[in-house]
């Protein structure tokens, strides 16, 4: 991904709104479009990830910005649908079969939680196919095999309603103490509620560039697309509650950050920042261990030592993460993104990351996909 560049990214907060996806997605295209400088006609290529709307739910979304004929491409791959389209639209600017290409991801999921994703009908028939449910048997597992406490997972949430207090994007912005969080509604046990992320809507989007095509437009500020791993499910990967369970699994999440990293030429050593797929408390330890942030069973560790709040080694989640940002499923991953540029631009603010250079997003969505993206300034 060497010759490949984020020219601009756009945005439109995440949450409840009276508007339909179609105007959401408007909204974080102009807005990636006016910020690469460019407009819809110097677009070679759209893809648009979205899980929950109708047939040609991208074309309906272009339609509001103009109509020029090139391919408008619909990607859907649940949680980590926008990362998917990314990785696409990377490839295709990678190979030269666009110069330019405009990625948006937008949704308008409705209340409550989600069901029947990427799963057999027996696991759905049972119960299992209700995602707080999975999330609730990764967490007791880290808890049996690990240090980890109810009160880390509370930590995390805490942690993350911390950092979105000054995010203006994001759902929740109020700090939450440890008794509240562990007071909240129990749901699964050992997840309450405010240890659980809320389906919402929202919308994000980017602009990628070849390098040579960003300096012919004199983009001010691209960000390198470093690297990019996805991955679906192997033989020897195992994802909750799968009936094919192994002591000695392998991490789809592990094995798309090998990916994106070696894609980049780096180390996770060389990670400033971290947006990761928090949907759950635990599901944020989780993926320490896969990042490799620190070795399987020093998850609970690192979150207590401080490292990875702000102001320490490696901030995790600084946009307030999916606890507080809430997930408008189809546009997550472009929103890590998103905050990723944000970040390694420093006009992220009071949530800053001092020094900020080189970011790490990270989604893992149901059905058994998984996608690690590295941005460098």
């Given at each position: 991904?060497?010759?490949?560049?984020?020219?601009?990214?756009?945005i439109h907060p995440f949450g409840r709104f009276d508007s339909d996806y179609?105007?959401?997605?408007e909204v974080a295209a102009r807005g990636a479009l006016a910020d690469a400088g460019v407009g819809?006609?110097?677009?070679?290529?759209?893809?648009?990830?979205?899980?929950?709307?109708?047939?040609a739910k991208g074309h309906n979304v272009v339609e509001r910005i103009g109509r020029t004929g090139v391919p408008v491409i619909n990607v859907e791959a649940a949680?980590?649908?926008?990362?998917?389209?990314?990785?696409m639209a990377a490839q295709m600017v990678a190979s030269g079969a666009a110069e330019v290409a405009l990625c948006i991801g937008v949704e308008k999921a409705p209340r409550g939680f989600i069901a029947a994703s990427g799963f057999e009908p027996w696991q759905i028939e049972n119960g299992l196919g209700v995602n707080p449910l999975y999330f609730a048997i990764q967490a007791q597992e880290l808890i049996a095999a690990t240090d980890t406490t109810v009160e880390d997972l509370a930590d995390?949430?805490?942690?993350?309603?911390?950092?979105?207090?000054?995010?203006?994007?994001a759902m929740y912005r109020q700090e939450v103490t440890r008794e509240q969080v562990l007071a909240s509604k129990a749901i699964c046990p050992p997840l309450t509620l405010l240890m659980l992320c809320a389906p919402n809507e929202g919308a994000a989007a980017v602009v990628l560039m070849s390098r040579r095509e960003a300096e012919r437009r004199a983009v001010a500020d691209a960000v390198a697309l470093r690297g990019i791993g996805l991955v679906s499910r192997g033989p020897d990967d195992w994802f909750v509650p799968a009936a094919s369970y192994q002591a000695d699994r392998t991490s789809l999440s592990a094995r798309a950050a090998?990916?994106?990293?070696?894609?980049?030429?780096?180390?996770?050593?060389?990670?400033?920042?971290?947006?990761?797929q928090d949907t759950d408390?635990?599901?944020?330890?989780?993926?320490?261990?896969d990042?490799?942030?620190?070795?399987?069973?020093?998850?609970?560790?690192?979150?207590?030592?401080?490292?990875?709040?702000?102001g320490g080694r490696i901030p995790v989640n600084p946009s307030g993460g999916l606890l507080s940002k809430g997930e408008p499923l189809g546009a997550s991953g472009l929103g890590q993104v998103h905050e990723l540029v944000t970040q390694v631009r420093g006009r992220a603010g009071a949530r800053q990351v001092e020094g900020a250079r080189t970011g790490l997003g990270h989604v893992m969505g149901a059905g058994h996909n998984s996608c690690v993206v590295v941005v460098q300034r």
């Amino acid at each position: 991904m060497k010759d490949v560049v984020i020219a601009g990214a756009g945005i439109h907060p995440f949450g409840r709104f009276d508007s339909d996806y179609r105007d959401m997605g408007e909204v974080a295209a102009r807005g990636a479009l006016a910020d690469a400088g460019v407009g819809l006609s110097d677009v070679d290529i759209v893809l648009v990830a979205n899980v929950g709307a109708e047939m040609a739910k991208g074309h309906n979304v272009v339609e509001r910005i103009g109509r020029t004929g090139v391919p408008v491409i619909n990607v859907e791959a649940a949680c980590a649908s926008s990362g998917s389209a990314l990785f696409m639209a990377a490839q295709m600017v990678a190979s030269g079969a666009a110069e330019v290409a405009l990625c948006i991801g937008v949704e308008k999921a409705p209340r409550g939680f989600i069901a029947a994703s990427g799963f057999e009908p027996w696991q759905i028939e049972n119960g299992l196919g209700v995602n707080p449910l999975y999330f609730a048997i990764q967490a007791q597992e880290l808890i049996a095999a690990t240090d980890t406490t109810v009160e880390d997972l509370a930590d995390v949430s805490v942690k993350n309603h911390r950092h979105a207090v000054h995010n203006p994007n994001a759902m929740y912005r109020q700090e939450v103490t440890r008794e509240q969080v562990l007071a909240s509604k129990a749901i699964c046990p050992p997840l309450t509620l405010l240890m659980l992320c809320a389906p919402n809507e929202g919308a994000a989007a980017v602009v990628l560039m070849s390098r040579r095509e960003a300096e012919r437009r004199a983009v001010a500020d691209a960000v390198a697309l470093r690297g990019i791993g996805l991955v679906s499910r192997g033989p020897d990967d195992w994802f909750v509650p799968a009936a094919s369970y192994q002591a000695d699994r392998t991490s789809l999440s592990a094995r798309a950050a090998a990916l994106a990293l070696d894609d980049a030429g780096i180390g996770i050593d060389d990670i400033d920042l971290v947006e990761c797929q928090d949907t759950d408390a635990g599901s944020e330890l989780v993926a320490y261990a896969d990042l490799g942030l620190c070795k399987p069973g020093d998850e609970a560790s690192l979150l207590r030592s401080g490292a990875t709040a702000l102001g320490g080694r490696i901030p995790v989640n600084p946009s307030g993460g999916l606890l507080s940002k809430g997930e408008p499923l189809g546009a997550s991953g472009l929103g890590q993104v998103h905050e990723l540029v944000t970040q390694v631009r420093g006009r992220a603010g009071a949530r800053q990351v001092e020094g900020a250079r080189t970011g790490l997003g990270h989604v893992m969505g149901a059905g058994h996909n998984s996608c690690v993206v590295v941005v460098q300034r």
